[in-house]
């Protein structure tokens, strides 16, 4: 540093070193924000799409009546596909020592473990692989609903009555399995020859099918996936229950990562919007500060351009020590929150490695952003004439007394001397406090939409509680008699009533030919006191319907054929008949349904059994819900009646409100990001003014101030612009809740009803009275601790 | 108004200034601060300006240095058109030709001394960086300075910033040396010494124009001129101390 010049520019920064640490801070913080969200996008979104790819992910799945090797060969050989895998799968309830209730497991068993085809497993942590005869291999996402352990031992309920003992072996990853939190039961991989202990056939029950052509679209796959079944499947006699046919190229949790996705990009751009506030801020701040110095240097021959490159030098510092801080930084919490990230939605990470535009787009926001926000405030500084400069006082007095702002403090008299005079000081820099404002205000905003968000999905959950009007649903294995199956689940102690429904998987031909993926029609008495429907357009089902059908909101997006006035085909059961949709009710979270009268769909399939019953109980306790559950399963089991699935509507709720809290974490994470990059701007600019106030708080001293009005002053200062983003970020919270809700719930296509968070409101009042008391806290201490001495000495 | 005429030939003019008219209008009411100043300086000179407070001395020399622009009128100083320049130009012509001193020393706090002397050097690529050092200490030996080189400002009582400020207006060896109130804020003594460095440099050929208050001072330099409201009302010429 041999130029004088430069001497200078390094004196300041190590002389100012509280400045150039919250200056560092200020734009690191960008950094990190901008490092963490983005990268953990890109990365997520990489490794995520890397996977799925490699897992082979089926274009289609059919449920079937048991086939063998034969008819895989020949559908993978079918034109058009590229690969068929058959497996076995199948639901059973078990218990375990880590849980008191039993639980579900589907139990999925290939016969070649090692020529896995489509949806590929990939073992992780395992004793042996694949798992011997007795063992179980369980899907990882196990972990996140319990402590399993090798070695644990499931006891598993065959379809003889008796219990099966299944060792746990290991754990293996499947991309493709629901993870067990979402679904609130484990998947386990097991030996084809361990089927016949859990009572099963050894033979396939699922067909899954990948098929050629890259950009297939999804009405490709299903005309294919439609053909296949009827030239391999039907023409071999084998029937089918039902076919899933997704978008080609999508994971069943792809819409929620899109959503994911979408709210880190926002937040990404908001927290690069809001650094580059605080630069501005900071640097206007540094040459309000240097104005004198930046005169007198001009006085004695500097040019504008000299003038102006130290400072860009200073900021080029600041900007460098940025980055040396906040790209490690950014990696290393952006490596936790992709692990954590992945862990909830349940994919591997092979690769932490940061994109190389992420480390640039860290760069820029580190080194450029400062600069470009630098140079405006440095050309206006260092162009201000030497006269102006020189007699500069720090703040523009001779404009006070004209405002709006102004007059309207003039009127607030009553207010104690050093409130009143923090109040001025709050308005006098005007421009740093729109800035400060700026940031907090949106950062507020981004929190209480987050609150209202919360509140809209808690809103959304409540909802199918005045849709279920009863407590718990036993799925039978076969079909039943409805008369004998009620009356015994009706004898159970606890339980108040009972209704029985019939549930069948419906394909809709559509206009054009093709089908659709299967919708599941359900028949219950047209005036059943189980639901509360929420109509949105037509009318319910009502006495002497003879072909009308109600959807649902998810049916008529999946199927815009499903209107109202609409008369549509439906193959049920290998039947196709003609019904009349008479009416569309909010969806409940759980998929496209079709609802009809018992009775009606009873004739049509030609069988009044029931697959499921309701049951409403005497107790609103979800545990006593619970056991009045079990205790009617035990019943129906001792009766004949086999049970499949047994799940009360509070743990339903559970599995659904915790896949919405996915989002809501994540909007959790934006918000305090947000909110921190906020909280260190107001510290940064409350430390400005008290930079800047040196010679005024001196003064103050020299005529008997007290430590307590100094904290007062600074104190009252951040907390009404504390209290002031408080308002306006209420304010701009409404519209901005409401647009994230709907770009939420357009994204994971779910409608979700809206709800203000009033509560959030308060909450963040609260909240933001203790930040902002806090980040004036230094400042103020830093204030206080000014002698009259260094007032006098400071330039 | 007063004409100065001076009975030198105009060849020796290093300074002139005509009809210099300077108006603030920052004020709720546009007021005319200057009111059409004529005025010729030649080489060599010690020019004293006094007048009372409020009457346009700093506003003067504040156009004589170029920190400030006149409304109208022309300023020449050494064959350049002050009045013509821009800020950049004129800051570098500023940085060669004048060297100002302030009433409160204006020192940079961060640097040290000596290094408050290099800046004007390094600002105007005066001389090779070798030689600089070795110049700036020069001239801290000419103001008794060189044995606090390396301190900071702060570390500096009054009399020895300012004497420092001098330094520093004498790093590029500017023919002419501009000072409002240099002595206001130093006890007699201390003002006394600086009046003799002023003394000294005017000896060594330098010419300077000096703004005071203090009349002991102003009878001191050779050329006296009164300003009362923005006019130069009256004109003493001194003999000077160590004769012609
Ligand atoms: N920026 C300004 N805006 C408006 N009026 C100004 C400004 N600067 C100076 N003045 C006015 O111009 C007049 C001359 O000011 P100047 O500073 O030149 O006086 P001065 O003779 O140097 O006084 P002092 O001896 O007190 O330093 C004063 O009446 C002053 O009020
Ligand atoms: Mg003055």
């Not at chain 1, 089926?58 to 497996?87: H, L």
Request: with cysteine; proline share 4%.
């Amino acid at each position: 540093m041999r130029a004088v010049r430069w001497r200078k520019v390094f004196r300041d920064l190590v002389g100012h070193r509280f400045r150039t640490v919250l200056v560092v801070l200020s734009i690191a913080t960008g950094i990190f924000a901008v490092g963490v969200v983005m990268g953990g996008r890109a990365i997520l979104t990489r490794e995520f799409d890397a996977e799925f790819a490699t897992s082979q992910p089926k274009n289609a799945a059919y449920f079937t009546m048991p086939f063998d090797d034969q008819i895989v060969r020949r559908a993978a050989e079918y034109p058009g596909i590229s690969a068929a895998q058959g497996r076995h799968s199948a639901g059973y309830r078990y218990t375990w020592s880590g849980s008191d209730a039993p639980r579900s497991l589907s139990v999925v068993a290939y016969k070649d473990y090692a020529n896995i085809t489509v949806e590929r497993i990939v073992p992780e942590e395992v004793l042996s692989w694949p798992p011997h005869r007795g063992e179980i291999v369980l899907e990882r996402a196990a972990l996140q609903t319990g402590d399993y352990k090798i070695g644990d031992v499931l006891a598993v309920e065959t379809r003889s009555g008796k219990t099966e003992n299944l060792t746990v072996t290991g754990f293996a990853h499947d991309i493709n399995a629901f993870p067990a939190q979402f679904v609130g039961g484990e998947t386990g991989y097991v030996s084809f020859d361990t089927l016949p202990d859990i009572g099963a056939q050894e033979s396939f029950n699922e067909l899954l099918v990948s098929m050629k052509g890259a950009n297939l679209t999804l009405r490709e796959a299903s005309l294919l996936a439609a053909s296949l079944q009827r030239d391999v499947l039907e023409d071999s006699g084998v029937a089918v229950l039902g076919v899933n046919v997704p978008k080609p190229g999508s994971h069943f949790l792809g819409d929620i990562f899109k959503a994911v996705s979408l709210l880190l990009l926002a937040l990404g751009l908001l927290s690069m919007l809001l650094s580059g506030f605080l630069v501005v801020n900071t640097v206007s701040a540094l040459i309000s500060q240097q104005i004198k110095q930046i005169g007198i240097m001009k006085a004695i021959g500097g040019r504008a351009s000299q003038v102006t490159w130290m400072y860009l030098g200073m900021v080029a510092v600041y900007g460098v020590l940025a980055v040396i801080l906040g790209v490690p930084a950014a990696q290393f919490a952006g490596k936790l929150f992709i692990e954590y990230a992945a862990g909830i939605l349940n994919f591997r990470i092979s690769s932490y490695a940061v994109p190389g535009w992420v480390t640039a787009l860290e760069v820029v926001v580190g080194l450029i952003v400062p600069l470009l926000a630098a140079v405006v405030p440095i050309r206006l500084g260092t162009r201000t004439s030497v006269v102006r400069a020189l007699t500069n006082t720090g703040v523009n007095s001779a404009k006070f007394g004209h405002g709006l702002v102004d007059r309207a403090l003039g009127l607030l008299r009553g207010l104690p001397r050093p409130v009143a005079l923090s109040l001025r000081n709050t308005f006098l820099r005007k421009g740093r406090l729109l800035m400060t404002l700026a940031t907090l205000s949106l950062a507020s905003g981004v929190v209480m939409s987050v609150f209202c968000v919360q509140a809209s999905i808690e809103q959304s959950v409540d909802d199918l509680d005045a849709w279920w009007r009863y407590d718990a649903q036993i799925r039978y294995e076969q079909p039943v008699d409805r008369i004998g199956a009620e009356r015994v689940a009706a004898g159970t102690s606890g339980v108040s009533a009972v209704e029985s429904w019939i549930g069948a998987a419906a394909v809709l031909d559509r206009p054009d030919g093709t089908k659709n993926e299967t919708l599941n029609i359900l028949g219950m008495p047209y005036d059943t006191t189980f639901v509360g429907p929420k109509l949105l357009a037509g009318r319910w089902l009502e006495a002497g319907d003879k072909d009308a059908i109600v959807v649902n909101t998810d049916a008529r997006k999946a199927e815009p054929s499903l209107d109202v006035g609409q008369r549509v085909s439906l193959e049920i059961g290998g039947e196709t008949s003609t019904w009349h949709v008479v009416g569309v009710v909010t969806g409940q979270l759980s998929g496209p349904v079709i609802y009809a009268d018992r009775e009606v769909l009873g004739s049509f399939i030609g069988d009044q059994s029931v697959t499921q019953t309701l049951l409403k109980t005497e107790t609103s306790d979800p545990l006593m819900q619970r056991a009045a559950l079990d205790r009617a399963e035990a019943r129906l089991d001792e009766g004949g009646y086999r049970v499949v699935g047994a799940r009360t509507q509070a743990e339903l709720r559970d599995s659904i409100a915790n896949e919405l809290g996915i989002l809501v974490w994540f909007l959790w994470v934006m918000a305090v990001l947000l909110a921190s990059v906020g909280i260190i701007g107001l510290t940064g600019t409350m430390s400005i003014n008290v930079i800047e106030s040196t010679r005024e708080i001196g003064v103050m001293r020299a005529i008997g101030a007290q430590h307590i009005s100094i904290y007062q002053i600074f104190i009252t200062e951040g907390l009404t612009v504390g209290f002031m983003s408080w308002a306006i970020g209420a304010a701009i919270a409404y519209p901005m809740s409401t647009g994230l809700t709907s770009l939420l719930s357009g994204a994971i296509g779910i409608p979700l009803s809206y709800r203000f968070s009033w509560s959030g409101v308060v909450t963040w009042l609260g909240v933001i009275a203790v930040i902002s008391f806090a980040a004036s806290l230094a400042p103020a201490f830093r204030a206080s601790q000014v002698s009259v001495r260094d007032a006098i000495s400071y330039e | 108004m007063s004409e100065t005429a001076t009975p030198d030939s105009v060849d020796s003019t290093l300074l002139r200034l005509r009809g210099v008219v300077k108006t603030y209008d920052s004020g709720d009411v546009p007021f005319t601060a200057l009111k059409g100043i004529d005025l010729d300086v030649h080489t060599g000179e010690f020019v004293g300006i006094i007048g009372k407070s409020g009457s346009g001395k700093t506003t003067l020399i504040n156009m004589i240095t170029g920190i400030d622009h006149p409304t109208a009128g022309e300023i020449v100083i050494d064959g350049t058109p002050v009045h013509r320049l821009g800020e950049n130009d004129l800051a570098r012509w500023r940085g060669r030709t004048i060297g100002v001193v302030f009433q409160f020393f204006q020192l940079l706090p961060t640097l040290t001394v000596l290094e408050n002397i290099l800046l004007p050097m390094d600002f105007c690529h005066m001389w090779l960086p070798r030689e600089r050092v070795e110049r700036a200490m020069h001239l801290l030996e000419q103001v008794e300075l060189a044995d606090q080189a390396y301190k900071l400002p702060a570390a500096l009582s009054g009399g020895q910033q300012q004497r420092a400020a001098i330094a520093r207006a004498l790093a590029n060896d500017p023919p002419i040396l501009a000072a409002d109130e240099p002595t206001g804020n130093l006890d007699s003594k201390t003002a006394d010494a600086v009046f003799g460095l002023f003394e000294r440099l005017v000896e060594q050929h330098k010419t300077i124009i000096m703004v005071t208050h203090d009349n002991d001072m102003a009878k001191r330099v050779r050329r006296a001129l009164h300003v009362t409201d923005g006019e130069i009302t009256e004109e003493r010429v001194y003999r000077p101390r160590h004769g012609a």
